[in-house]
Protein backbone atom coordinates (compact mmCIF):
# COMPACT_ATOMS: atom_id res chain seq x y z
CA UNK A 1 0.00 0.00 0.00
CA UNK A 2 2.86 2.52 0.92
CA UNK A 3 4.49 1.61 -1.93
CA UNK A 4 0.83 2.40 -3.79
CA UNK A 5 0.63 5.84 -2.37
CA UNK A 6 4.14 6.82 -3.21
CA UNK A 7 4.12 6.20 -6.51
CA UNK A 8 0.67 7.21 -6.70
CA UNK A 9 1.95 10.77 -4.97
CA UNK A 10 4.91 11.12 -6.99
CA UNK A 11 2.75 10.38 -10.10
CA UNK A 12 0.57 14.04 -8.57
CA UNK A 13 4.11 15.89 -8.78
CA UNK A 14 4.85 14.59 -11.79
CA UNK A 15 1.68 15.81 -13.32
CA UNK A 16 2.48 19.04 -11.83
CA UNK A 17 6.35 19.15 -13.24
CA UNK A 18 5.12 18.01 -16.72
CA UNK A 19 2.51 20.57 -16.99
CA UNK A 20 5.06 23.17 -16.45
CA UNK A 21 7.56 21.27 -19.41
CA UNK A 22 4.56 21.53 -21.59
CA UNK A 23 4.20 25.13 -20.87
CA UNK A 24 7.76 25.62 -21.96
CA UNK A 25 7.11 23.33 -24.73
CA UNK A 26 4.28 26.09 -25.77
CA UNK A 27 7.11 28.57 -26.14
CA UNK A 28 8.14 29.26 -29.45
CA UNK A 29 10.89 30.56 -30.64
CA UNK A 30 11.58 34.68 -30.18
CA UNK A 31 11.38 34.68 -34.36
CA UNK A 32 7.67 32.70 -34.05
CA UNK A 33 6.51 34.23 -31.00
CA UNK A 34 3.78 36.05 -30.97
CA UNK A 35 1.63 34.82 -33.01
CA UNK A 36 -1.69 33.72 -33.15
CA UNK A 37 -0.63 29.96 -33.59
CA UNK A 38 0.74 30.42 -30.02
CA UNK A 39 -3.03 31.15 -29.02
CA UNK A 40 -4.45 27.94 -30.87
CA UNK A 41 -1.86 25.90 -29.50
CA UNK A 42 -2.02 26.78 -26.23
CA UNK A 43 -5.57 28.47 -25.11
CA UNK A 44 -5.34 28.34 -21.54
CA UNK A 45 -2.99 30.31 -21.05
CA UNK A 46 -3.50 33.59 -23.23
CA UNK A 47 -7.07 35.36 -23.88
CA UNK A 48 -5.97 36.72 -26.64
CA UNK A 49 -2.40 38.04 -28.37
CA UNK A 50 0.50 38.53 -25.93
CA UNK A 51 2.72 41.36 -26.49
CA UNK A 52 4.90 40.96 -24.09
CA UNK A 53 6.66 37.42 -23.15
CA UNK A 54 8.44 38.47 -19.93
CA UNK A 55 7.67 41.30 -17.23
CA UNK A 56 10.94 42.85 -15.29
CA UNK A 57 9.73 44.91 -12.37
CA UNK A 58 12.38 47.91 -11.22
CA UNK A 59 11.14 48.50 -7.61
CA UNK A 60 12.48 52.37 -6.63
CA UNK A 61 11.88 50.91 -2.64
CA UNK A 62 11.07 54.04 -0.58
CA UNK A 63 9.20 56.52 -2.94
CA UNK A 64 10.68 58.34 -6.06
CA UNK A 65 10.36 61.97 -5.91
CA UNK A 66 8.18 62.74 -9.00
CA UNK A 67 9.21 66.68 -9.50
CA UNK A 68 12.94 65.92 -9.03
CA UNK A 69 12.79 62.97 -11.77
CA UNK A 70 10.34 63.03 -14.47
CA UNK A 71 7.35 65.92 -13.61
CA UNK A 72 9.20 68.75 -13.95
CA UNK A 73 7.36 71.74 -12.33
CA UNK A 74 8.41 75.34 -13.01
CA UNK A 75 6.09 76.55 -10.80
CA UNK A 76 8.23 75.05 -7.93
CA UNK A 77 11.30 77.39 -8.86
CA UNK A 78 8.97 80.10 -8.92
CA UNK A 79 7.65 79.99 -5.11
CA UNK A 80 10.50 78.40 -3.99
CA UNK A 81 10.55 79.25 -0.21
CA UNK A 82 7.15 80.34 0.26
CA UNK A 83 4.08 78.93 1.85
CA UNK A 84 2.38 76.35 0.26
CA UNK A 85 -1.00 77.99 -1.49
CA UNK A 86 -2.97 74.85 -2.01
CA UNK A 87 -4.72 73.07 0.16
CA UNK A 88 -2.97 70.52 2.17
CA UNK A 89 -3.60 66.81 2.73
CA UNK A 90 -2.72 64.54 5.84
CA UNK A 91 0.91 63.86 5.52
CA UNK A 92 2.67 61.13 7.16
CA UNK A 93 4.73 62.99 9.32
CA UNK A 94 2.89 66.72 9.45
CA UNK A 95 6.41 68.25 9.59
CA UNK A 96 5.41 70.62 6.59
CA UNK A 97 7.24 73.05 5.54
CA UNK A 98 7.35 75.45 2.34
CA UNK A 99 7.75 75.00 -1.56
CA UNK A 100 10.91 73.27 -2.57
CA UNK A 101 12.00 73.60 -6.23
CA UNK A 102 13.65 70.36 -7.48
CA UNK A 103 17.50 70.68 -6.69
CA UNK A 104 18.31 69.03 -10.07
CA UNK A 105 17.68 70.55 -13.89
CA UNK A 106 15.69 68.92 -16.75
CA UNK A 107 16.60 68.63 -20.07
CA UNK A 108 14.75 67.23 -23.08
CA UNK A 109 16.05 63.77 -24.43
CA UNK A 110 15.42 61.95 -27.73
CA UNK A 111 13.30 62.66 -30.60
CA UNK A 112 10.32 63.08 -28.61
CA UNK A 113 12.08 65.99 -26.24
CA UNK A 114 10.31 64.40 -22.77
CA UNK A 115 12.07 66.33 -20.25
CA UNK A 116 13.80 63.89 -17.86
CA UNK A 117 15.81 66.02 -14.83
CA UNK A 118 19.54 64.97 -14.10
CA UNK A 119 18.82 62.62 -11.83
CA UNK A 120 18.96 59.90 -15.00
CA UNK A 121 21.39 61.15 -17.54
CA UNK A 122 21.69 57.31 -18.80
CA UNK A 123 17.97 56.41 -18.14
CA UNK A 124 17.18 59.53 -20.05
CA UNK A 125 18.87 58.39 -23.38
CA UNK A 126 16.51 55.34 -24.00
CA UNK A 127 12.72 57.70 -23.11
CA UNK A 128 11.82 57.13 -26.47
CA UNK A 129 11.56 53.45 -25.61
CA UNK A 130 9.25 54.52 -22.35
CA UNK A 131 6.10 55.86 -21.31
CA UNK A 132 6.15 58.04 -18.80
CA UNK A 133 3.46 57.51 -16.51
CA UNK A 134 2.64 61.06 -14.76
CA UNK A 135 -0.23 60.25 -13.29
CA UNK A 136 -0.23 56.91 -11.19
CA UNK A 137 -2.01 57.07 -7.65
CA UNK A 138 -1.69 54.72 -4.12
CA UNK A 139 -5.11 54.55 -2.07
CA UNK A 140 -2.27 54.26 1.35
CA UNK A 141 0.07 56.59 1.98
CA UNK A 142 2.26 54.58 4.91
CA UNK A 143 4.76 52.03 3.08
CA UNK A 144 3.67 48.60 4.18
CA UNK A 145 0.25 49.11 3.09
CA UNK A 146 1.15 50.51 0.15
CA UNK A 147 4.08 48.04 -0.90
CA UNK A 148 1.19 45.34 -0.28
CA UNK A 149 -1.13 47.53 -2.47
CA UNK A 150 1.70 47.95 -5.24
CA UNK A 151 2.54 43.90 -5.41
CA UNK A 152 -0.39 42.29 -4.45
CA UNK A 153 -3.29 44.99 -5.55
CA UNK A 154 -4.66 44.58 -1.92
CA UNK A 155 -3.19 46.90 1.46
CA UNK A 156 -2.92 44.04 3.65
CA UNK A 157 -1.00 41.09 3.89
CA UNK A 158 -1.46 37.84 2.66
CA UNK A 159 -2.75 38.21 -1.36
CA UNK A 160 -0.76 36.65 -4.22
CA UNK A 161 1.43 38.14 -5.57
CA UNK A 162 1.23 40.05 -8.81
CA UNK A 163 4.51 37.75 -9.75
CA UNK A 164 2.49 35.00 -8.19
CA UNK A 165 -0.43 35.54 -10.39
CA UNK A 166 1.04 35.64 -13.44
CA UNK A 167 2.98 32.17 -13.13
CA UNK A 168 -0.57 31.15 -12.06
CA UNK A 169 -1.87 32.29 -15.19
CA UNK A 170 0.89 31.63 -17.92
CA UNK A 171 2.94 29.15 -16.01
CA UNK A 172 7.16 29.25 -16.76
CA UNK A 173 8.75 28.91 -19.87
CA UNK A 174 11.84 26.97 -17.93
CA UNK A 175 11.63 24.05 -16.03
CA UNK A 176 14.98 24.24 -14.50
CA UNK A 177 14.14 27.32 -13.06
CA UNK A 178 11.12 29.56 -11.31
CA UNK A 179 9.22 31.41 -12.57
CA UNK A 180 9.20 34.27 -10.39
CA UNK A 181 12.32 35.32 -9.39
CA UNK A 182 13.46 38.30 -6.96
CA UNK A 183 16.93 39.44 -7.21
CA UNK A 184 17.41 40.86 -3.81
CA UNK A 185 19.94 43.72 -3.90
CA UNK A 186 19.37 43.98 -0.11
CA UNK A 187 16.30 45.98 0.75
CA UNK A 188 13.83 43.89 1.23
CA UNK A 189 10.74 45.71 0.29
CA UNK A 190 8.71 47.15 4.38
CA UNK A 191 5.74 44.29 4.73
CA UNK A 192 8.52 41.56 4.00
CA UNK A 193 8.96 38.71 1.91
CA UNK A 194 4.53 38.39 1.37
CA UNK A 195 5.37 41.44 -0.96
CA UNK A 196 6.22 38.27 -3.42
CA UNK A 197 4.21 35.44 -1.59
CA UNK A 198 1.85 33.33 -3.17
CA UNK A 199 -1.24 34.08 -0.42
CA UNK A 200 -3.78 31.30 -1.28
CA UNK A 201 -2.20 30.68 -4.65
CA UNK A 202 -0.75 27.06 -3.93
CA UNK A 203 3.12 27.88 -2.99
CA UNK A 204 4.69 26.63 -6.04
CA UNK A 205 4.07 30.47 -6.94
CA UNK A 206 5.83 32.43 -4.97
CA UNK A 207 8.74 34.30 -5.69
CA UNK A 208 12.11 32.59 -5.29
CA UNK A 209 14.71 35.04 -4.24
CA UNK A 210 18.16 35.06 -5.70
CA UNK A 211 21.21 37.42 -4.25
CA UNK A 212 23.49 38.62 -7.13
CA UNK A 213 26.76 37.26 -6.16
CA UNK A 214 28.30 34.63 -6.92
CA UNK A 215 26.03 32.21 -4.49
CA UNK A 216 22.30 33.64 -5.86
CA UNK A 217 20.71 30.86 -3.73
CA UNK A 218 22.24 29.31 -0.46
CA UNK A 219 22.63 25.42 -0.43
CA UNK A 220 22.35 24.95 -4.28
CA UNK A 221 25.27 23.08 -4.45
CA UNK A 222 24.90 19.44 -3.42
CA UNK A 223 27.15 18.01 -0.04
CA UNK A 224 27.05 14.48 -1.53
CA UNK A 225 29.92 13.34 -2.96
CA UNK A 226 27.42 11.33 -5.83
CA UNK A 227 24.37 12.37 -7.44
CA UNK A 228 22.55 8.95 -6.81
CA UNK A 229 23.03 9.62 -2.67
CA UNK A 230 21.04 13.06 -3.35
CA UNK A 231 18.29 11.10 -5.43
CA UNK A 232 18.21 8.83 -2.84
CA UNK A 233 17.36 11.43 -0.23
CA UNK A 234 14.91 12.35 -2.06
CA UNK A 235 13.01 9.58 -3.23
CA UNK A 236 12.90 8.83 0.62
CA UNK A 237 11.24 12.34 1.23
CA UNK A 238 8.58 11.60 -1.24
CA UNK A 239 7.95 7.90 0.40
CA UNK A 240 7.65 9.80 3.54
CA UNK A 241 5.44 12.49 2.55
CA UNK A 242 3.43 9.74 0.36
CA UNK A 243 2.78 8.11 3.78
CA UNK A 244 1.26 11.51 5.12
CA UNK A 245 -1.47 12.28 2.37
CA UNK A 246 -2.16 8.63 2.99
CA UNK A 247 -3.15 9.67 6.38
CA UNK A 248 -4.71 13.27 6.10
CA UNK A 249 -4.74 13.88 2.44
CA UNK A 250 -4.02 16.13 0.24
CA UNK A 251 -1.97 19.85 1.49
CA UNK A 252 -0.99 22.34 -0.70
CA UNK A 253 2.24 22.56 1.51
CA UNK A 254 3.30 19.21 1.16
CA UNK A 255 2.44 18.94 -2.54
CA UNK A 256 4.39 22.64 -3.04
CA UNK A 257 6.79 20.98 -1.26
CA UNK A 258 7.46 17.84 -4.00
CA UNK A 259 7.53 20.10 -6.70
CA UNK A 260 9.80 22.28 -5.23
CA UNK A 261 12.47 19.45 -3.51
CA UNK A 262 12.47 18.67 -7.48
CA UNK A 263 12.95 21.84 -9.00
CA UNK A 264 15.86 22.63 -6.25
CA UNK A 265 17.42 19.41 -7.49
CA UNK A 266 17.33 20.35 -11.07
CA UNK A 267 18.63 24.25 -10.15
CA UNK A 268 21.30 22.83 -9.00
CA UNK A 269 22.71 22.79 -12.83
CA UNK A 270 20.70 25.59 -14.07
CA UNK A 271 21.25 28.03 -11.31
CA UNK A 272 25.12 27.75 -11.49
CA UNK A 273 25.36 27.99 -15.27
CA UNK A 274 22.91 31.82 -14.73
CA UNK A 275 25.25 33.07 -12.48
CA UNK A 276 28.66 32.51 -14.62
CA UNK A 277 28.79 35.77 -16.30
CA UNK A 278 32.36 34.59 -18.29
CA UNK A 279 30.44 34.53 -21.66
CA UNK A 280 29.69 37.82 -21.28
CA UNK A 281 32.22 40.81 -22.56
CA UNK A 282 34.09 43.14 -21.02
CA UNK A 283 32.26 45.60 -22.66
CA UNK A 284 29.04 44.45 -21.75
CA UNK A 285 30.08 44.33 -17.73
CA UNK A 286 31.67 47.85 -18.19
CA UNK A 287 28.25 48.89 -20.00
CA UNK A 288 26.27 47.34 -16.74
CA UNK A 289 28.90 49.32 -14.63
CA UNK A 290 30.47 46.58 -13.53
CA UNK A 291 33.74 48.50 -13.17
CA UNK A 292 31.74 51.62 -11.46
CA UNK A 293 33.44 53.22 -8.40
CA UNK A 294 30.30 53.55 -5.99
CA UNK A 295 29.53 49.64 -4.97
CA UNK A 296 25.74 50.18 -4.96
CA UNK A 297 26.26 50.63 -8.72
CA UNK A 298 27.89 47.41 -8.99
CA UNK A 299 25.79 45.32 -6.66
CA UNK A 300 22.69 46.64 -9.05
CA UNK A 301 24.70 46.08 -12.53
CA UNK A 302 24.67 42.36 -11.49
CA UNK A 303 21.33 42.19 -10.76
CA UNK A 304 20.30 44.25 -14.15
CA UNK A 305 22.65 41.63 -16.24
CA UNK A 306 21.02 38.74 -14.49
CA UNK A 307 17.73 40.09 -14.99
CA UNK A 308 18.65 39.91 -18.98
CA UNK A 309 19.68 36.53 -18.42
CA UNK A 310 16.98 35.18 -16.68
CA UNK A 311 14.42 36.50 -19.85
CA UNK A 312 16.98 34.96 -22.16
CA UNK A 313 15.97 31.72 -20.45
CA UNK A 314 12.44 32.06 -20.39
CA UNK A 315 11.57 33.20 -16.80
CA UNK A 316 8.52 35.11 -16.54
CA UNK A 317 8.37 37.43 -14.19
CA UNK A 318 11.69 39.22 -12.64
CA UNK A 319 12.06 41.97 -9.64
CA UNK A 320 14.62 43.87 -8.58
CA UNK A 321 15.24 45.50 -5.62
CA UNK A 322 17.49 48.50 -4.41
CA UNK A 323 20.98 48.32 -2.80
CA UNK A 324 22.05 49.85 0.32
CA UNK A 325 23.70 53.25 -0.13
CA UNK A 326 25.10 54.44 3.35
CA UNK A 327 23.53 56.90 5.45
CA UNK A 328 20.28 56.93 3.14
CA UNK A 329 16.88 54.97 4.09
CA UNK A 330 15.72 53.73 0.39
CA UNK A 331 14.69 56.42 -1.38
CA UNK A 332 12.55 57.60 1.40
CA UNK A 333 13.83 61.18 1.48
CA UNK A 334 12.32 62.82 4.77
CA UNK A 335 15.48 64.82 5.02
CA UNK A 336 18.78 65.37 2.91
CA UNK A 337 16.92 65.13 -0.50
CA UNK A 338 20.16 65.92 -2.63
CA UNK A 339 21.77 63.17 -0.73
CA UNK A 340 19.17 60.91 -0.63
CA UNK A 341 18.31 60.75 -4.13
CA UNK A 342 21.53 61.70 -5.73
CA UNK A 343 23.04 58.40 -4.17
CA UNK A 344 20.30 55.85 -4.92
CA UNK A 345 19.86 57.28 -8.89
CA UNK A 346 23.90 56.60 -8.72
CA UNK A 347 23.12 53.51 -7.72
CA UNK A 348 20.46 52.31 -10.57
CA UNK A 349 20.51 54.82 -13.10
CA UNK A 350 23.50 53.51 -15.56
CA UNK A 351 22.79 49.60 -15.44
CA UNK A 352 19.01 50.60 -16.44
CA UNK A 353 19.96 52.28 -18.96
CA UNK A 354 22.46 49.45 -20.23
CA UNK A 355 19.47 46.50 -19.71
CA UNK A 356 17.16 48.49 -22.25
CA UNK A 357 19.69 49.02 -24.84
CA UNK A 358 20.88 45.59 -23.91
CA UNK A 359 17.45 44.16 -24.38
CA UNK A 360 16.52 46.37 -27.50
CA UNK A 361 19.96 45.00 -28.85
CA UNK A 362 19.43 41.47 -28.15
CA UNK A 363 15.95 41.66 -29.89
CA UNK A 364 14.15 41.18 -26.43
CA UNK A 365 12.98 44.16 -25.25
CA UNK A 366 9.90 43.89 -28.23
CA UNK A 367 9.20 40.97 -26.19
CA UNK A 368 9.82 42.06 -22.35
CA UNK A 369 7.79 44.43 -20.58
CA UNK A 370 10.31 46.51 -17.92
CA UNK A 371 8.23 48.55 -15.53
CA UNK A 372 10.02 50.98 -13.14
CA UNK A 373 8.11 52.47 -10.12
CA UNK A 374 7.97 53.34 -6.61
CA UNK A 375 5.22 52.85 -3.96
CA UNK A 376 4.12 56.32 -3.80
CA UNK A 377 5.61 59.71 -4.72
CA UNK A 378 6.79 62.65 -2.54
CA UNK A 379 5.18 66.04 -1.55
CA UNK A 380 5.96 68.97 -3.63
CA UNK A 381 6.53 71.52 -0.25
CA UNK A 382 9.25 70.27 2.09
CA UNK A 383 9.20 68.31 5.10
CA UNK A 384 11.11 70.61 7.73
CA UNK A 385 13.46 72.46 5.51
CA UNK A 386 15.32 69.51 2.71
CA UNK A 387 13.30 66.92 2.56
CA UNK A 388 9.72 65.97 0.90
CA UNK A 389 7.17 63.48 2.93
CA UNK A 390 5.30 61.14 1.25
CA UNK A 391 2.31 61.79 -1.40
CA UNK A 392 -0.38 59.09 -2.70
CA UNK A 393 -2.00 61.25 -4.97
CA UNK A 394 -0.08 61.65 -7.93
CA UNK A 395 3.65 60.41 -8.66
CA UNK A 396 5.62 59.41 -12.15
CA UNK A 397 6.65 55.68 -13.00
CA UNK A 398 7.94 54.43 -16.69
CA UNK A 399 7.09 51.43 -18.61
CA UNK A 400 8.92 49.67 -21.71
CA UNK A 401 9.13 47.46 -24.30
CA UNK A 402 6.80 45.31 -24.41
CA UNK A 403 4.22 46.67 -26.68
CA UNK A 404 3.96 49.80 -24.37
CA UNK A 405 4.54 53.16 -27.01
CA UNK A 406 8.02 54.40 -26.98
CA UNK A 407 8.62 58.30 -26.44
CA UNK A 408 5.10 59.41 -24.71
CA UNK A 409 3.68 60.58 -21.71
CA UNK A 410 0.41 59.34 -20.30
CA UNK A 411 -1.31 61.44 -17.72
CA UNK A 412 -0.72 64.65 -15.53
CA UNK A 413 -0.50 66.04 -12.29
CA UNK A 414 -1.35 69.39 -11.28
CA UNK A 415 0.95 72.69 -11.40
CA UNK A 416 2.76 71.53 -8.50
CA UNK A 417 2.76 68.01 -8.98
CA UNK A 418 0.59 67.21 -6.08
CA UNK A 419 -2.44 65.52 -7.23
CA UNK A 420 -3.23 64.00 -10.78
CA UNK A 421 -5.40 65.90 -13.01
CA UNK A 422 -5.05 64.01 -16.29
CA UNK A 423 -5.86 60.38 -16.80
CA UNK A 424 -5.53 59.32 -13.23
CA UNK A 425 -3.96 56.25 -12.87
CA UNK A 426 -4.50 53.36 -9.93
CA UNK A 427 -2.26 50.07 -9.35
CA UNK A 428 -5.05 48.18 -10.25
CA UNK A 429 -5.38 49.26 -13.69
CA UNK A 430 -1.14 49.08 -13.66
CA UNK A 431 -2.25 45.52 -13.23
CA UNK A 432 -4.13 45.10 -15.47
CA UNK A 433 -2.22 46.51 -18.49
CA UNK A 434 0.72 44.38 -17.18
CA UNK A 435 -1.52 41.27 -17.60
CA UNK A 436 -3.20 42.80 -21.19
CA UNK A 437 0.40 42.83 -22.62
CA UNK A 438 1.08 39.29 -21.56
CA UNK A 439 -2.28 38.42 -23.11
CA UNK A 440 -4.26 37.82 -19.68
CA UNK A 441 -7.91 39.55 -19.56
CA UNK A 442 -7.38 40.55 -15.44
CA UNK A 443 -11.08 40.07 -15.41
CA UNK A 444 -10.86 36.50 -16.26
CA UNK A 445 -7.98 35.28 -14.27
CA UNK A 446 -9.63 33.83 -10.97
CA UNK A 447 -8.90 31.63 -8.50
CA UNK A 448 -11.81 30.21 -6.02
CA UNK A 449 -10.92 30.89 -2.20
CA UNK A 450 -12.82 30.87 0.53
CA UNK A 451 -16.04 30.92 -1.23
CA UNK A 452 -15.64 33.59 -3.79
CA UNK A 453 -13.52 34.27 -7.13
CA UNK A 454 -10.72 36.38 -6.27
CA UNK A 455 -8.27 38.10 -9.04
CA UNK A 456 -5.24 40.31 -8.74
CA UNK A 457 -7.62 43.48 -9.42
CA UNK A 458 -10.07 42.12 -6.99
CA UNK A 459 -13.29 44.42 -9.00
CA UNK A 460 -11.69 47.11 -10.37
CA UNK A 461 -8.89 48.31 -12.82
CA UNK A 462 -8.87 49.29 -16.39
CA UNK A 463 -6.44 48.49 -19.11
CA UNK A 464 -4.47 52.12 -19.45
CA UNK A 465 -5.16 52.15 -23.45
CA UNK A 466 -3.14 55.22 -24.02
CA UNK A 467 -0.06 53.49 -22.81
CA UNK A 468 -0.69 50.71 -25.29
CA UNK A 469 1.50 50.46 -28.91
Known amino acids: MLSQCAGGFGAVALAALLQEQGHAADASSPSKWPNDAAIRESPSRFHHLPRA ?3 IVLYMDGGVSQVDSFDPKPLLNKENGQPFKRKIEPTQFNNIGNVLQSPWKFRNYGQSGIPVSDLFPHVAQCVDDMTIIRSMTSNFPEHSNANYFLHTGHGLQGRPSMGAWTIYGLGSDNADLPGFVVLNGGLIPPGGVDCFGSGFLPATF ?12 ANVRPLE ?3 ELQRNKLDLLRKLDADAVARMGHIDVLDSAIANYELAYRMQMAVPELMRLGDETALTKRMYGFEAEFEPTRIFARECLLARRLVERGVRFIELTCPETAGNDRWDAHGSLVKNHSENAR ?7 ALLKDLKARGLLDETLVVWTGEFGRTPFAQGTNGRDHNQFGFSMWMAGGGVRGGAIYGATDEYGYHTVENRAEIHDLHATMLHLLGIDHKRLTYRFSGRDFRLTDVFGEVMQGVLA
Request: glycine share 8%.
Open 53 to 55: RSV
Open 206 to 217: QGSLFKPGREAV
Open 225 to 227: VRP
Open 347 to 353: AVDQPIA
